[in-house]
């Protein structure tokens, strides 16, 4: 694919790119956004270095692509943002954000089309590093039986476990989303299949006893976690990662403790998960 107003550079073969050539502080153009939208389409998570955006700025980007959500378990919204998740961990921290394989709220019926992340501060000596695998491929490297085995299959996708009580505010009466989505889902707008199940939500096959349920789970979760299916993003301060979480899961890693990590995140409304042949 070729590009006239950006520079993709590609992190690995099989996902992630960098992109130069743009401030994401300044209005895009109709041929910039574009492209941008194309860059992702094609390497499922971008990245943009040096990006001084304000909150304003950010959201700005982000509804370019969509409506942006509301986290249905933001600890404290930044005020008048309530779109703005922050995403931060120092050393009173007992858990962050994000340390298992994940695709954002995924338990929600119409679960994030992308999110975006910009970081402000990292910590000194490096790590906070994310990694983000592709499903297509986690996909179409399944054998042929098990491929048709998963066709018709559905999951239970919960934020209890994963919202309840984590994050410092008072949650008692509060219901967290739950949803029942396609094993295999077809992405609406490259037409590929991907697979839609992750550890940090995905609960249960629905229609199988708990033993069958948990083995082909837990077999699906280890081949998503396969190396070759994965890129590593080192941050540093005022870099941007863009993933589609359509296609795409990550993993925040925790190998920074007690240095702190702090940013900004913004997602993007998507639709209903379908599968079809």
């Known amino acids: 694919m070729s590009y006239q107003t950006i520079e993709v550079r590609k992190l690995t073969p099989v996902i992630g790119a960098e992109i130069h050539g743009v401030d994401l502080a300044k209005p895009l153009g109709n041929q910039q956004f574009q492209e941008i939208h194309d860059a992702l389409m094609a390497n499922l998570v971008i990245f943009f270095r040096q990006q001084k955006v304000d909150m304003d700025q950010h959201a700005e980007f982000g509804r370019k692509f969509g409506k ?88 239970m996708h919960e934020g209890e476990h994963v919202y309840r009580g984590r994050y410092g505010v008072k949650d008692e009466g509060k219901v967290f989303p739950k949803a029942e989505q396609p094993i295999v889902r077809t992405h609406p707008v490259t037409g590929r299949q ?10 249960r096959i629905v229609g199988l006893k708990k033993p069958e349920s948990d083995a082909i789970l837990e077999m699906l979760y280890r081949h998503i976690e396969t190396p070759e299916f994965c890129c590593r993003f080192k941050w540093q301060q005022n870099s941007i990662a ?30 209903k998960p379908f599968y079809r042949a």
Request: aromatic share 10%; net charge negative.
């Open 242 to 271: 863009f993933w589609d979480n359509r296609c795409v899961q990550h993993r925040a890693l925790w190998d920074y403790y007690p240095q702190k990590r702090y940013g900004h995140r913004v997602t993007i409304c998507g639709d």
């Open 68 to 155: 942006l959500h509301i986290h249905p378990a933001s600890p404290s919204p930044v005020e008048g943002h309530p779109e703005i998740l922050v995403v931060k961990a120092d050393e009173n921290s007992k858990h962050v954000a994000g340390e298992r394989w994940h695709s954002d709220v995924s338990c929600d019926v119409e679960p994030p089309m992308g999110s975006i992340l910009h970081l402000h501060q990292v910590p000194p000596d490096g790590g906070g590093d994310t990694m983000f695998a592709n499903m297509y491929l986690a996909y179409e490297t399944l054998s042929e039986p098990i491929r048709k085995m998963l066709a018709s299959m559905t999951a």
């Open 194 to 203: 991907a697979l839609y199940v992750n550890r940090g939500f995905t609960t």
